[in-house]
Every structure is written in structure tokens, then in C-alpha cells.
């Protein structure tokens, strides 16, 4: 089954620094990209960035740029998303998301909450 | 960058017809991928390339695209339709992917 795990929760304050993860499986995670989504409290989806996991070549959101690092770890068949340090503003979902030809996302994981809160 | 303009809600009865609109600037000329979600789940595809179905997906889900308008519909709406519903395409100039701001559908 072609699946990505996603790591658990995280409760952290201004300022600490957080990376979050993502395992693929069930398919060969070098041939693919995997992409990272935002979506705050109520609100809707917004593209964060991708990254091709053959090359590691990343391509961020003009809204992102700057403000979180997008890496993966081929080996470990695992992408991560990073910040080093974060605001009350990052409090979020955070999905990954693999897309297919034609750019659309088949596969999600299941999301990791961020929340950061003094 | 593109950007997409959905209606934040729209509310039907039980077995009526349910269309939520995904707005953009000639929207006509990309592909639209829909995406329904459930609260604390994550989203699901349920509509690509305009109006293909992936497998799984009900008939009563249908998809059209042209102009500067993209249209979801849901037909023989049921209590399990409701759902938070999102748009997307993928800018080709500038290789990003943008989501519409999406809708809530409500069964009355």
C-alpha cells in the first residue's frame, strides 16, 4: 500500500526551532515529489513547497520562501519540513502530499499539528 | 500568482444537487483537481484532470471546466457529502500549485 506517515504532534514556543517528518512507502520514493501544505485553524489549503526526492531540487511558495527549509533524506526514504524559529503564526496542520502526472495529490498523510504558544 | 475564489458555503437537502464554483483567470486553460475534507481528516481527491474520478469515487461526483469557471457537482446529495470542498491547479509559468479558498457544504 502505497502510504506517507507523517510524525505526531508537536506543542513548542516562539522562537524554538522544529522539524517535522514524513515517511513514504509502498512505492519507489526517488522517482516522485512530495510537496508540504499548510492549513491553518477554519481555514483553507495553502501550498508551502515541494521537494523531488531523486535530487532533493525544491521549489518553495513566494509566501514561504525564507521561512521554512524543505529537505528529504533519501536513504530513509523520509521528507522533512523545518523551521528555526517559529511564531504563534505557524500554529497550523501540516499535510504532505505526493503528486501524480497531471499535478494533483492522490496521496496525504495523515497531517501533523503544529502549535506554538507561549 | 493565480488565484482561485470559491463561495465559502453552499447548503442543500438530501437528494438535491450541490454545485460549488472554483473561480480564476481563465481557469478553462488548467486542470482542476477537487478535494474533499472531512473534519480532522485529512483531504481527499475526488475529482482530477476537470472531470475524471479516481477509483472509489461515487458517479454522483462530476466535474466541468471551461472560461473562468470550474464547477464541482454533487448529485443525490447525501448526509456523508458533508464536507469542506477544495480546488486546485497547477501554474505552468511558475511551476506553483495553488489551492482555491474553499467551501463548505452543507446537508440542510
Known amino acids: 500500500e502505497v502510504q506517507l506517515v507523517q510524525s505526531g504532534a508537536e506543542v513548542k514556543k516562539p522562537g524554538e526551532s522544529l522539524k517535522i517528518s514524513c515517511k513514504g512507502s509502498?512505492?519507489?520514493?526517488?522517482?516522485?515529489?512530495i510537496a508540504w501544505l499548510r492549513q491553518m485553524p477554519g481555514k483553507g489549503l495553502e501550498w508551502i513547497g515541494v521537494i523531488y526526492a531523486g535530487d532533493s531540487e525544491t521549489r518553495y511558495s513566494p509566501s514561504f520562501q525564507g521561512q521554512v527549509t524543505i529537505s528529504v533524506d533519501k536513504s530513509i526514504e523520509t521528507a522533512y519540513l523545518q523551521w528555526n524559529s517559529l511564531e504563534a503564526s505557524d500554529t497550523a496542520m501540516y499535510y504532505c502530499?505526493?503528486?501524480?502526472?497531471?499535478?494533483?495529490?492522490?496521496?496525504w498523510g495523515q497531517g501533523t499539528k503544529v502549535t506554538v504558544s507561549s | 500568482s493565480h488565484v482561485l475564489t470559491q463561495p465559502p458555503s453552499v447548503s442543500v437537502a438530501p437528494g438535491e444537487t450541490a454545485r460549488v464554483t472554483c473561480g480564476g483567470n481563465?481557469?478553462?486553460?488548467?486542470?482542476v483537481h477537487w478535494y474533499q475534507q472531512k473534519p480532522g481528516q485529512a483531504p481527499v481527491l475526488v475529482i482530477h484532470?476537470?472531470?475524471d474520478r479516481p477509483p472509489g469515487i461515487p458517479e454522483r461526483f462530476s466535474g466541468s471546466n471551461s472560461g473562468d469557471t470550474a464547477t464541482l457537482t454533487i448529485s443525490r446529495v447525501e448526509a456523508g457529502d458533508e464536507a469542506d470542498y477544495h480546488c486546485?491547479?497547477?501554474?505552468?509559468?511558475?511551476?506553483?500549485?495553488?489551492f482555491g479558498t474553499g467551501t463548505k457544504v452543507t446537508v440542510l
Open positions: 486546485q491547479v497547477w501554474d505552468s509559468p511558475t511551476d506553483h500549485y495553488v
Open positions: 509502498g512505492y519507489s520514493f526517488t522517482n516522485y515529489w
Open positions: 502530499a505526493r503528486p501524480q502526472t497531471g499535478h494533483s495529490f492522490n496521496i
Open positions: 484532470y476537470d472531470s
Open positions: 481563465n481557469i478553462g486553460g488548467k486542470n
